[in-house]
C-alpha cells in the first residue's frame, strides 16, 4: 500500500509559481508511476501529468505543457508539481496519485488547495 500526502498549495497571483510536494509512505512507492492530478469546482477530475517509476521520463496535459514540472526523489519518496506562470484556470484542488499497478491509479492523496487570483 502507498500512503500520500500533499502539501504546498496557497493562494498566488496570475503569473507566480508553486511547488506541491507529495510524501509518500508505503514501500509501493518505489515501484509505482505517480501522477498529478486537479480538480476544479464543478468540473470532473482531470489529469495533469505523470513521470515514471524511475524519474527518467514524464509526460503532461497539453493545459499544462511547458509551465509544471514533474520530478521525484525516491530516497525522500516525494514527489513535486513545479507550477510555473500559474492561470486563474489552473485553480482547483490537486492529488496526486500512485500507480503501482497500470493502468489503475490505486491510492490518493486528500489534496491540496490551489487558488490562483488575476
Known amino acids: 500500500q502507498v500512503q500520500l500526502v500533499e502539501s504546498g498549495g496557497g493562494s498566488v497571483q496570475a503569473g507566480d509559481s508553486l511547488k506541491l510536494s507529495c510524501a509518500a509512505s508505503?514501500?509501493?512507492?518505489?515501484?509505482?508511476?505517480m501522477g498529478w492530478f486537479r480538480q476544479a469546482p464543478g468540473k470532473e477530475r482531470e489529469f495533469v501529468g505523470a513521470i515514471s517509476v524511475s524519474g527518467e521520463s514524464s509526460y503532461y496535459a497539453d493545459s499544462v505543457k511547458g509551465r509544471f514540472t514533474i520530478s521525484r526523489d525516491n530516497a525522500k519518496n516525494t514527489v513535486y508539481l513545479q507550477m510555473n506562470s500559474l492561470k486563474p484556470e489552473d485553480t482547483a484542488v490537486y492529488y496526486c496519485?500512485?500507480?503501482?499497478?497500470?493502468?489503475?491509479?490505486?491510492?490518493w492523496g486528500q489534496g491540496t488547495q490551489v487558488t490562483v487570483s488575476s
Open positions: 496519485a500512485a500507480q503501482p499497478y497500470p493502468p489503475k491509479w490505486d491510492y
Open positions: 508505503g514501500r509501493a512507492f518505489r515501484n509505482s508511476a
